[in-house]
């Protein structure tokens, strides 16, 4: 049977998306230009200047706090997709009664607030912690090692809690995928590894790539999870707008780190969309 | 438990308040008012609201005060500037830093003895030309400990140097505590503050090898009950108070060299036809029976001259009479000025250096 669409005229199209649009320019569109005004605020006068982005630029200091926010965010890219990716594999071709259960339980760990998973991590690391009272009782080490109050303490709680992002990111793209591909290559000689490496990971790129991507936006914005487990050590991007905003008070020094943070958005949005083009197109 | 004073009578308020006909007239008339107080919350909420508000509602029938907590001194700032045009705060409680940067922005209005006789018992400290707010509390900077960890109370700031408690010192000195910190090291290095911070920085150096948290999160004392932590810098009227509830495991102690008192400031910040009443309440706070009240209870020190303290409660609060004579009191005006410059050079040369 042919179904016919009828296409609806354009000012009922305007019409419907009226309401998203206006929510959207309420929400993030206002508040982000008040946040790029902000950044533009001058110290003396009435002249909107770029003195917050000249001092944030000049500062050998904040070029190593963007650099350790990168690098922070790349680590907890390349220790989570890995991680992330055999679950949502796993889960993907699983065929058993259970599976709706275990993908639940896979992204069960978002219902939890960030901070109260942040918290058991710090329960674990700690000095009294789980981790040191086990090598203690093993006779392993002789005294408590600080694990927690630094970056790595900071990355494993990062890793733990971007986890579930990173398996439905992959999850919903593999899900996709049509199996009987493996299986035609199976029945073409080819062996398991070869079914892994020539065809199931090169057409999972495109969920690798979104996943990557969500996790180290999530990452390099991620406030809480530095602040917690840091111990002040831990100096990025979202710790510094915080510092600035609430101890320094300079809010357009703040401004003009977010609309930084923004921009590096930015850039890792773009450089993702180029990069799908090129997979998307290559295949 | 907090104890709500009972010696302020309504006859005292009003007494202050002979000066004040107008406004006198305006609350016999309407006999409802409404005053709108924000500050700091937690303990420190729970005991301006038994001490100061309970008594001033008592003594002033038909006054209402609500207290707005805010989380910290930026929220405080942020909602008198965003409120600039319609004012919903009456009186703001801030530290001393914020009371200066509102007087700068325009936020606050300027305190006269005509309208506060109060005043004129405030030493020069606790008032001065950088801000318009006046003094209502110090809270000394001061060691807290897990006394189950150190039997023997530690004695000086030296101590936060204790290889023995390698990764067990807690140092949060990324905000006003290491601002105050660095003028005390600094002094106790034969230095004064406002001429050369170095040897407080070198000091403070000394001590990062041994340092757990410079963040201590969620707080240090918090982290002290936890025995997550042994020792570490906190402020002396939360770390009494909750000694006297935790006798056996938390302390706080002001070390023999002295401290630094931070400066909780009340500012005036009401709309003209709440003035009167808001500066009729700073009178009210800042008597010395409100003031020797606060401090019996919050352990935060008293800012009025004709406030006398029992011996015991002033030892907890300004430590030992040798120690006592050893407090500092910062130019507030010229610290402030530094206030960022010596955050960044602790985040920079002390904690990441």
Known sequence: MKVSVRKQPPWLQALLILPGVAALVVTFVFPLLWLARTSLEPTTGHTLSLHAYVRLFEDSFYWWVIGRTIVIGLLCVVITVPMAFPVALFLARSQSRWRGTLTALAIAPLLTSTVIRTYGWMVILGRHGLINTTLLWAHILAQPTRLDNGPFATVVALVEILLPYGIISILSHLSRLDAELEQAASLLGASRLQVFWRILLPLSVPGLMTASLLVFVLAISSLVTPQLMGGGRVFVLATEIFNQTTIALDWSFAGALSITLLGFFGIFVALYQRIIQRVESQS | MLIAPH?????????????????????????????????????????????????????????????????????????????????????????????????????????????????????????????????????????????????????????????????????????????????????????????????????????????????AQPDIYTLTLAQTIALGVGWNGRGQMLARDNPDTLRAVVPSEGSVAQINTLNLTAPPQRTRLAQAFIEHALSPEVQTAFAKVAFYGPVNRQVVLSAETSEAIFGRPETARREMHLDWGFVSQHYNSWIRRIQREVISG
Request: hydrophobic content about 45%; charged content about 20%.
């Open chain 2, 7 to 215: 010696f302020t009578t309504r006859r005292k308020v009003l007494g202050g308040l002979a000066t004040l006909p107008a406004w006198r007239h305006a609350w016999a008339a309407n006999g409802n008012l409404e005053l709108s107080v924000a500050g700091f919350h937690g303990p420190f909420q729970k005991a301006f609201q038994a001490i100061v508000i309970n008594s001033f509602e008592r003594a002033m029938p038909g006054v209402r005060v609500t207290y707005r907590p805010t989380i910290n001194s930026a929220q405080l700032l942020a909602a008198l500037r965003l409120e600039r045009e319609a004012p919903q705060i009456d009186v703001a409680i801030a530290d001393v830093s914020v009371a200066i940067l509102a007087k700068q922005e325009g936020l606050t209005s300027i305190l006269r003895e005509e309208e506060i006789p109060s005043l004129r018992d405030i030493p020069g400290w606790g008032r001065f030309d950088a801000m318009n707010g006046v003094a209502f509390s110090r809270d000394n900077l001061s060691l807290i400990y897990d006394s189950r960890v150190l039997t023997r109370p530690p004695e000086s700031w030296h101590d936060l140097g204790r290889p023995d408690l390698t990764d067990q010192i807690a140092l949060p000195v990324e905000d006003t505590r290491g601002v105050v910190l660095l003028p005390i090291l600094t002094r106790m290095a034969g230095e004064d503050y406002r001429q050369n911070i170095e040897p407080g920085l070198a000091l403070m150096r000394q001590f990062a090898p041994y340092v757990a948290t410079w963040n």
